[in-house]
């Protein structure tokens, strides 16, 4: 998939309460497991997607090293995304790894720099193991000081299989849900 937003083609626009360009897809991956799974989350919500760019973990091994170690110690590193006015949409979807039990330092980094988060929030995780990500999501929700509207979660076992097609499909149909009271984006 390209990295440069704007060759990313909009997504369709679908009936009901979601429509193009009310919702953005922004997703951190070190390894292309969230990668693709954004693409799938994006087409499936009609949403432009952004990639959270870091210089931290671009290293092979040492990246993963220091990954761990960020992990650990509760380090967020230094991110950017190209994504302009979060405002402007009516949903968002963040996206990325666990690490060490955590959401990954990079979403976490991006998600706190954001002064101002639509109502409709979702977030999607992926992870080795296929243990429910409950402590990440906790401590995601405590730190925003806010729930989630919808959260899916996909262990690599269960990439392009039935399961992950259903988990996709639930996804939406609790975004959808927030979204329809949410206000118009501007
Ligand atoms: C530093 C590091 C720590 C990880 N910690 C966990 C973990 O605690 N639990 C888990 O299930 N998977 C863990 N994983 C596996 C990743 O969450 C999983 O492979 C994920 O799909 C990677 O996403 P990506 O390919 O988008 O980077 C870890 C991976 C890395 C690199």
Request: hydrophobic residues 45%; positive net charge.
């Amino acid at each position: 998939m390209s990295t440069d937003p704007s060759a990313v083609r909009p997504g369709f626009v679908k009936s009901g309460a979601l429509k193009a360009r009310d919702n953005v897809v922004v997703v951190y991956s070190l390894g292309g497991h969230s990668q693709r799974l954004a693409r799938q989350v994006a087409d499936l919500l009609g949403a432009d997607i952004f990639l959270i760019r870091t210089e931290r973990y671009r290293w092979p091994v040492f990246g993963v090293l220091r990954a761990a170690y960020d992990a650990i110690r509760g380090n967020l590193p230094e991110v950017r995304c190209n994504v302009e006015q979060l405002s402007k949409y009516r949903c968002l979807v963040v996206g990325g790894p666990i690490w060490g039990g955590k959401l990954a330092a990079p979403v976490t980094a991006f998600l706190e720099a954001q002064p101002d988060l639509p109502q409709a929030l979702g977030l999607f995780v992926t992870c080795g193991g296929m243990a429910p990500p409950d402590a990440a999501v906790k401590a995601t929700e405590a730190r925003l000081g806010r729930g989630l509207s919808a959260l899916m979660w996909l262990p690599n076992k269960l990439e392009n299989t039935d399961e992950m097609t259903r988990r996709l499909a639930e996804f939406r149909a609790d975004l959808e849900k927030v979204i329809k009271d949410s206000p118009a984006s501007a």
